[in-house]
């Protein structure tokens, strides 16, 4: 199947310091790409979604200037949580669909000290 | 209304149990059906897909599908304490649209 890479898995940083995670379509190439936040034993909740050449369609209530996407190419979308504060901590995930079927990174945990 | 319902659980069966999952939907355009699984802290990773109606199977896993009645289910036979996770439904429609349950999480007791 469609292999989603992202990158890192892991990241710990201080509050007002800013994150860039990477959404990588491995074999595949995605003009669209998702970006989910997910609470701990909460479903994904869709923050935006990443559109290749050009801006990203925000959900509502998600903040643009806080949560920077960037799908400079078709094969990889960016998201940079800029000034990082403690409520920004969460697991966030991104997907991209090939065949009808959305396939999913393995997810980035992001924790504000 | 939620464009998909699923029961958030939690679920608790004992190890070889039959386990049934469910999910309903209120859009009569949706054509194609998946199931995730999801380990905790991980990514969801696909199990089960399925376009239109019918029965879909796959090692101990069954995917049914009923769109008369807008109703999917995930059934895992011989259940196994490595089948504890969350299993999300999702749906997506011709154009691409996806949606998808909360997600019930399920613990197989050893």
């Known amino acids: 199947g469609a292999v989603v890479s992202q990158h890192p898995s892991r990241v710990i940083c201080k509050s007002g310091t800013s994150v860039k995670i990477e959404c990588r379509s491995l074999?595949?190439?995605?003009?669209?790409m998702f970006w989910y936040r997910q609470f701990p034993k909460q479903s994904l909740m869709l923050m935006a979604t990443s559109n290749e050449g050009s801006k990203a369609t925000y959900e509502q209530g998600v903040e643009k200037d806080k949560f920077l996407i960037n799908h400079a190419s078709l094969t990889l979308s960016t998201l940079t949580v800029t000034s990082a504060h403690p409520e920004d901590s969460s697991f966030y995930i991104c997907?991209?669909?090939?065949?009808?079927?959305?396939?999913f990174g393995a997810g980035t945990r992001l924790s504000v000290l | 209304q939620k464009e998909v319902e699923q029961d958030p659980g939690p679920l608790s069966v004992p190890e070889g149990a039959i386990v049934s999952l469910n999910c309903t939907y209120s859009n009569s355009a949706f054509q194609y059906f998946m199931w995730y699984r999801q380990y905790s802290r991980k990514g969801p990773e696909l199990l089960m897909y399925?376009?239109?109606?019918g029965n879909k199977e796959d090692g101990r896993f069954t995917a049914q599908v009923d769109k008369s009645s807008k109703y999917i289910s995930l059934f895992i036979r011989d259940s196994q304490p490595s089948d504890s996770a969350t299993y999300l439904c999702?749906?997506?429609?011709?154009?691409?649209?996806?949606?998808f349950g909360t997600g019930t999480s399920l613990t197989v007791i050893p």
């Open positions: 999702a749906m997506s429609d011709v154009g691409n649209q996806f949606y």
């Open positions: 399925t376009y239109s109606s």
């Open positions: 997907s991209a669909n090939q065949d009808r079927v959305s396939n």
């Open positions: 074999d595949f190439q995605a003009t669209t």
